[in-house]
């Protein structure tokens, strides 16, 4: 149990902010928590939850004092309300975000950081399709990554002691610049939620779902797509608008690949075919010698 901040306010009460005050409990990192969200009815389901000490009905009251202020609403949220806390922030304090795309955030929050305030931005590699207060569980950030995207205009303490915070509640830290942050997120997160979401789509489209077919006979594929294309519309809106040139440059190379593999398939070529899957294939064994999934069966699903 180290005390690695003494007060920590969460901005935004969702899955990320819950899951992080459970951590923060677990570890003992923050003497008290104070979270805040802009509406009644989350605010009220948190205070009975209880995984802040105190709840407070506006940011500006939440960031009295702290001295680090995490910002966990949706990528599109976080110009505005760092915009409203700025003159309320404490000298020496640090305000981080844990936003899922880097340079647009940095690009639109920067400007309101206030003189002494430290801005260091992070991502935790980590999260489920469900939202909202009641959806956070402590071991979520456990062996997961978390990548710090530090600016080189600003302190490397405050760097260093965030980064102690984040392997605090059981993550890994990588330090990234955000360019590229953006880039290796397009690839392993936001174009593929894209292609589930299509994927999801397309057999909406086709008006089976509510014609029980799909739904009964959803084997492995479809039904791993639902659960990704279950997730949150506004948070996955903003990575989109947020993410563009490089989820845009990844969707080009899919489109590439997949038309090379339509045609495989319209020639019959199964060498091509079974080459392609083989080498997929390694991927998965390296994700989960890795550590980042689990080895049973069906994603260990009852
Ligand atoms: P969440 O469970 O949906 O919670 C979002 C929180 O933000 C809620 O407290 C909500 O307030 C608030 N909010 C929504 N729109 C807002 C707005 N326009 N202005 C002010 N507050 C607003 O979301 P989450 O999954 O915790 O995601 C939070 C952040 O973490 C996002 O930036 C996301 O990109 C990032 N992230 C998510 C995941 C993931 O898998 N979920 C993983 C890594 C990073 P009310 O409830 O009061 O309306």
Redesign the pocket.
Known sequence: MTVIYEKVALI??????SSLAHAMKRGGLADEIVGT???K??RDIATSLGFCDRIEETAIAAVKDADLVIL??????MA??AAEIAPHLKVGATVSD???VKQAIIDAVSPHIPEGVHFVPA??????EH??PA?GFAELFDNRWCIMTPLPNQSLDAANQLEQFWRGVGSNVERMDPAHHDLVLAVTSHAPHLIAYTMVGVADDLERVTEKEVINFSAAGFRDFTRIAA??P??WR??FLNNKEATLEILGRFTEELFDLQRAIRRGDGDQLHEYFTRTRAIRRDILEAGQDTKEANFGRE
């Open positions: 935004g009460l969702g899955l990320i902010a969200t802009r509406s009815e989350t966990c609403v949706p990528v599109g949220a505005k309300i844990v936003g899922s991502h935790p590699l980590a999260g489920t939202s909202g959806s997730s949150d506004t948070m903003d990575v």
